[in-house]
């Protein structure tokens, strides 16, 4: 993890202010804070241009599931590099290792999922998972079908169609779709209403749901899309039985199922795919990304039934959508060995094994005052900070509680991600229990810190 760069850390720092705008940021704030430049990692670790050394737990951003320097990784990528570093999928055209990554997720995806289109990331895909969806119903004489149902707390991205269907939270200053693209309620336990039970509370989200479809006309609708468990907008766990009986609803009145497994799939809850496997849905259409490479590559895949490619490839019409890079020989080669890799180290059997030591350990915290829930499932969690765990209370915005934390567990050796009131995690899914371990140390220690500044400043 050697830093190989020839520019002093401030003089990159510097040149970051000057010229780079960073995803969801306070981009005022960045005028005048510096940045943690990442120069080196290995296994469970990046390494900043200082030489200071992190655990990573949050997996680059949900992505490098089977950890840093994987050397084969690299060669496969090189490799590929040295034969054809790229052509067109346009048309006729086709590359050796996007047909080959094509039947390997075809073998492992779920039902007849076995026709995708490749992409560069989830907001790609799930552009194109929308894209596809009207195309569909255009080829089939049901023209008039476009609405697209989506949750509040829901994160699909962050294109134009992507960032419509994202949660309301992610919208305050910006333009959305606002003409087919509607909300309902997100499956958030831990905040529905005082006195009502989880089976209540699934019945009034189902009961919803079917409530927006018959509003706005069932023959009108073409898709819900929902995660799995929900990822950027808090990690929200379901209750028992929401993921099938949303599937039940819109199989009722024939609007297809869009599963953004783009953060859930390739092992990050202990499945290759997990609508099937751990939620009994079996997509329309399945979107992926992220794990697909392990952050190796940019890559991502909307999978789609054969019912509806036989209609979007009947005669009479044209597929008039693609990317530059759709298809891309090096990233899909990056897929393939990321695959293999899974597969001969059981990552998703290990993950079944340590996740759950993970979850204990995170829900060990919640002896402390602010921790109000730990929520999530294997590596794919959220600690929830409130001012009072009785009430569920929050603490005031400008505490900025997340961030706190995030600082502390920093000065430590450990990265999260503050989300607001929120503190996500979902590392590499290589960890030890050792690792694990010392997350928790680290974890209770800079939660016990931000405790102690609130004190002070009198906010608790």
Not at 42 to 66: A, E, H, T
Not at 359 to 383: A, P, Q, T, Y
Request: proline share 4%; hydrophobic share 40%; charged share 20%.
């Amino acid at each position: 993890m050697e830093n190989n760069y020839q520019y002093s850390t401030e003089d990159l720092q510097a040149r970051d202010r000057a010229h780079v705008i960073h995803s969801f940021s306070d981009l005022s704030a960045l005028k005048e804070d510096n940045c943690t430049v990442m120069t080196g990692s290995d296994g469970i670790y990046v390494k900043d241009s200082d030489g200071n050394q992190f655990i990573d737990g949050i997996g680059g951003l949900w992505c490098v599931n089977i950890g840093y320097g994987r050397e084969e990784m690299i060669e496969a990528i090189a490799d590929q590099l040295r034969q054809i570093p790229f052509y067109s999928s346009f048309t006729n055209l086709t590359n050796a290792p996007s047909v080959e990554l094509a039947s390997k997720i075809a073998s492992l995806a779920p039902g007849n999922l076995n026709r995708m289109f490749f992409g560069t990331g989830g907001s790609m895909a799930n552009d194109t998972a929308v894209r596809i969806a009207h195309h569909y119903f255009n080829r089939i004489g049901k023209p008039e079908k476009k609405h697209i149902i989506s949750r509040q707390h829901a994160y699909h991205g962050s294109t134009y169609m992507a960032m419509s269907m994202t949660g309301p939270i992610y919208h305050t200053g910006w333009d959305v779709e606002n003409n087919i693209v509607h909300h309902v309620s997100a499956p958030y336990s831990y905040r529905r209403p005082d006195g009502m039970s989880m089976s209540e509370f699934c019945d009034s989200l189902i009961a919803e749901l079917e409530a927006k479809i018959v509003d706005l006309g069932a023959e009108n609708v073409a898709a819900f899309i929902a995660e799995p468990l929900m990822g950027a907008g808090g990690v929200i766990v379901p209750p028992p039985g929401y993921q099938r009986r949303t599937w039940d609803v819109c199989q009722k009145y024939g609007v297809l199922y869009i599963s953004d497994e783009v953060v859930t799939a390739f092992a990050r809850l202990g499945h290759m795919f997990a609508s099937k496997d751990m939620f009994d849905v079996q997509p329309d259409i399945l979107v992926c990304a992220k794990g697909i490479s392990s952050g190796y590559q940019p890559l991502s895949a909307t999978l789609i039934s054969d019912d509806i490619y036989e209609a979007i490839s009947a005669p009479g019409g044209a597929f008039y959508h693609g990317f530059t890079y759709s298809g891309h020989p090096a990233a899909c080669a990056a897929g393939l060995k990321n695959i293999e890799i899974m597969e001969r180290e059981d990552i998703c059997g290990r993950v079944k094994k340590t996740g759950p030591y993970f979850e204990k350990m995170l829900n060990g915290l919640c002896d402390l005052d602010i921790v109000g829930e730990v929520r999530g499932s294997h590596f794919m969690m959220c600690i929830e900070n409130v001012a009072n765990k009785d009430t569920k209370e929050l603490l005031p915005m400008e505490a900025d509680v997340g961030k706190r934390v995030h600082k502390h567990c920093q000065a430590r050796g450990l990265i999260v991600r503050p989300l607001g009131h929120l503190n996500i995690l979902s590392p590499t899914l290589i960890l030890e229990e050792s690792d694990i371990d010392q997350m928790g140390e680290i974890l209770r220690a800079s939660i016990k810190a931000t405790m102690d500044d609130l004190s002070k400043e009198g906010v608790l």
